[in-house]
Each structure stands twice: as C-alpha cells, then as structure tokens.
C-alpha cells in the first residue's frame, strides 16, 4: 500500500478542490495509494491534512471537552476575583470574540505589563466590554508551514536550524505541527511536544514543484481549528516564492485567517525586500489581517534572529475577550481595533487581528 504520505486531500476539502483534479494528482504522486473518496452519496469530509505514519489517521476527530460550545469555541473566559488584576476564575460565557494582542512602544520594544485598564476594544467603531483577559505565557497550538518547492534547496538546512530555535524558545506545553509544501502539501507530523519527531519532519523533504501557498494555508487553518485542545492558535509561514499553483485565491486565504477566533499568521518571505513583489504584498496582507507579521529577511542569517523574535512575541501577547453588543450580527467582515494607554509610556501600538467574519457563534 502506498505511503499515507502521499495522499492529497479529501474530495470535500474546503469545498473548492474538485473530484477530479483531486483523483488525477493522486495518481500522479503515488498511483499504489488507496482511493480517499468518500463512499457515493456519502456526505462530505472534514478537511484534514495528508500525512506520514506519524500523523493522525486522515479524518480522525478529536471529542472537545465539555465546556466547548456547540461551535467549537471555549466558552469558559476568566474574570479578576478581589482586587488582584493578577488573579482569575474560571467563567462561563459564551459567543464571545478572542483576540491575541501585541504591545509595542514608538521604538518596537514590546510592552509586556500593562493591566485590564490600558485597553479599550471597539467592534465597528463602537466600543465594547472586555469580558477577559489574561497576560501570562500560556500554550498555543501552533503549525508551521514551509515551502518544499526546488527554489528552496539551497535555503532550507538554514531555515530548519532556524524553526528548531524557535521550537526550543517556545512554551514546552505548545502542540505543534509540520507541513511542508509545494505543489502538494503533507502533514508530515501531527501535533506533538517532541522536539525530535518535529526536527524528523522538517527534514521530510523533496524540493520538487511549484509553491501552492495559499492551499496550504487555508488546510492549516483548518487543521488548527479542527483541534479543540488549545485556544491560542499561530502559523508559521516561510516561503521564498509567489505562489503559483494553488486552487485557492489569496482572498480566500485572508478570509479563513480572519474566521472568529481564527490563528494568528507569522509569515517570513525569503525574497528580499521589495515591497511591489506579489508575493511580497500576499504575505502582509495575509499577516496583518491575522494579527501577525510578515517578515523579510534580506539574508539567510536573519531569519533565526527572526523565528526567535517570533517565539518571544507568541509568549508575550495579552489575550482579551468581549461579547459583541450585536449577537444578531449577518456574516459579514467586523472590523476590530484595539487601543492600550498606560502612564509612563508613550504612544502604544496594538496588534490583533483587524476583524473577523460573521456573528461569533457561527464559526
């Protein structure tokens, strides 16, 4: 039997990738390996990554714990008790929007100790009441994206050295996995602690093909969300290329990210660092909406100083809620902004996501 590897996605994936082109790649990439249709009239699949024998079987679910809402999202927030801003309980709230928030002052340092009081958040220019919040380093279920493609080559033992850094500076409770891509993309190892089966998967590599970035991403996503363990969700992105093969458009890339609770997005673009590249444009737009940053490293050298700057920022971010004073909101894109003042300090930066899609009990 072919390797489990080499499967590509199910027919029902995100609802674009058609029967056909997903039946004639399969084919192309291993034609010994079983058919992962659905049985006729069955109902669709949920999204999952194809991976190795160290991921988990293609379509395996995962039961969420108890105090998940029906939609997936926790919804047990934390509230201060007595007058230690420190302090919290748990509390059960529900529809609630969750956003992941970086400070920064005028010169880009971060600025990790700001209290309750220093933010305001506004849903479509109205403000609205944080309902929790909590600024301690807590775990995150994070994957990491990288391109396969044959540009990628000479680049890639440096960007491996560079994420196992990252991997180390990371919370060691963090579940993490692995995708690598090109024109195909494979889960190469599911969510896992283990700094050695990640290192493994990294090294998973075949360098062949064009760079179907966005398909990537978008499966990414889903796989994150699929996973009920831990709410703090991130990407990793590097890539050295535009993308050029895949059946996703960047707006439907941007539009997965920015689904209610949806991961922040790190991108690094190993392709210098002119701001008219396409593939420039696509990352930062991808970044910036998720409340990440997109990097741009004008050598290899840069990027371990960058993915350890990125695992500094993840154990540094503020975590705030708010239950939306429109629950009957239609599922349109909701803009969100988030303001911090502080005595002592000077003008403050946040950044979180820029919105999000839909009435927060829908996704």
């Known amino acids: 039997m072919g390797s489990v590897r080499s499967q590509r996605f199910r027919s029902g994936l995100v609802a674009v990738f058609a029967l056909a082109f997903t039946l004639q790649a399969t084919a192309q990439a291993n034609p010994s390996a079983p058919s992962s249709t659905a049985p006729e009239g069955s109902a669709p699949n949920v999204p999952t990554l194809p991976g190795n024998g160290n ?19 926790p919804s047990a ?14 509390k059960k709230q529900v529809e ?75 919370n060691p409770q963090d579940e993490i996995f692995v995708v690598n891509f090109s024109q195909n993309y494979y889960l190469d190892q599911d969510f896992t ?10 090294h998973q590599v075949s360098m062949q093909g064009s760079t179907a970035l966005y398909d990537a991403i978008i499966a990414s996503a889903v ?27 960047l707006e439907e890339a941007a539009r997965r990210l920015e689904q209610s609770n949806g991961p922040t997005l790190y991108a690094i673009g190993l392709m210098g660092g002119d701001a008219r590249d396409p593939g420039h444009e696509a990352l930062e737009r991808l970044a910036d909406g998720s409340g990440g940053v997109a990097f741009f490293p004008q050598s290899l ?15 540094s971010q503020y975590t705030l809620a708010y239950k939306p004073h429109n629950q009957n909101a239609k599922p349109e894109f909701q803009s969100v902004r988030v303001e911090a003042r502080a005595s002592g300090h000077g003008r403050l930066t946040v950044r979180t996501r820029s919105g999000y899609y839909g009435a927060p009990s829908s996704h």
């Not at 927030?77 to 801003?85: A, C, I, R």
């Not at 050298?301 to 154990?315: F, G, K, P, Q, S």
């Open 193 to 202: 602690s283990d700094s050695a089966l990640l290192e493994r998967a990294l």
């Open 96 to 170: 609630e929007v969750v956003l992941h928030a970086t400070v920064v002052d005028e010169r880009r340092h971060l600025v990790p100790y700001l209290d309750r009081a220093a933010f305001s958040v506004f849903e479509n220019g109205a403000p609205q009441a944080i309902t929790s919040f909590r600024r301690e380093d807590v775990p995150v279920a994070m994957g990491i994206v990288i391109d396969n493609s044959g540009s990628m080559r000479d680049k890639r033992d440096k960007v491996n050295q560079a994420v196992l850094n990252l991997i180390r500076a990371s």
């Open 223 to 249: 796989h994150l969300k699929n996973d009920p363990r831990l709410d703090k969700k991130v990407l990793l992105v590097i890539t050295d290329g535009q993308d050029n093969m895949s059946q996703e458009t």
């Open 77 to 90: 927030t934390q509230e201060p008790v007595s007058n230690d801003p420190g302090m919290f309980v748990f």
């Open 55 to 73: 991921a988990a079987p293609p379509g395996a679910t995962t039961e969420p714990p108890a105090e998940q809402d029906p939609a997936g999202q």
């Open 301 to 315: 050298d840069e990027v371990d100083l960058i993915t350890r700057t990125v695992a500094h920022d993840i154990r």
